[in-house]
Structures are given as structure tokens and as C-alpha cells.
């Protein structure tokens, strides 16, 4: 039920039928809908087990057959952050996503090989900045919009399916 309330708090109006796609996620990951005129569903894990490097999470993930978020679809930024809102333990923390601009220098990149829109309304003012010394973006408290974090700093991770 805690899918269906967080949508509804949205305002959301979404009738998901039952034993349908609200109960497709892997046990530990959270359904997110990230288009509610589209009914497609997406899975989100908040890996706060431990921190973890950059390139730990991503292995991680990938242990998970998942992978590191892509909030590329910008709705669904939002709806973490509003997840992230409603949980008081994930406030005043940090969260690995999937881009990274460690192959070449200022082009950030998701680990599918995607490019990341850059700019407002999703990267945090002045934001990415650091040069080599910050190659991996994150969600960094307390906006959760993204940021470039120093390069081994660890912190929570998000992995998708
Ligand atoms: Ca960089």
C-alpha cells in the first residue's frame, strides 16, 4: 500500500489492477510510475545497508540485475525526491545515482551511455562543478537535485530496474 498512498499524496489518481504491476518489484524495491498516463512501472532500491563508493554502487547494482538510477525522465526525479521527503532517515543524506562524467571531463553521461540534459530544473545551481576531482553526480541533501560529488566520497546508492 505504501506505493498507492505515496501516489494518491500526489495526487495521482491511479487504479492499479490487483496482483498487476504494483507487486512486479523485487522484494526491498519501490514501484514508481514515473508517467501515470503511461502505465508503465519502474523500481526503484534505496540501498542504505551502507555507503558506498561510486563505482561500489554500481557494482552493487549490477549484483541486484539492476542498475544505477537514470532520472533522465524528469518526472521521476521528482517523485524520489518526494519519496526521499517522506522518509526522516534519508534527509540529511546523499544518493548515488547512475551519470558520471569520468570518461571525459565535463560530458556527463548515464551509464547507459545516454547524455544527461544539463542545467535547471534538475542539477542544483552552478552545479556540475569540480573538475576531474568530481566525476559522479548525485542526490545531494537537502534539494536532492543533482550534484557532482568528490570522486571516492561513499554515501547511500539507488538502484533501478
Ligand atoms: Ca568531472
Redesign the pocket.
Known sequence: MKELWHLSALGILLLIPSGEASTDCPEGFVSFFADPSIPMETCLLFAMDRKREWHEAHTYCNSLRSELANLDDGELHWQVIDYIHRNPDMLDEAFHIGCT?EVT??KWLWVNGSPVRMGPPHWFYNQ?D???R??YCCLYYDDFLYS?CVNRQTMYTICQI
Open positions: 562524467d571531463e565535463g556540475p569540480g573538475g576531474t568530481e566525476n557532482s
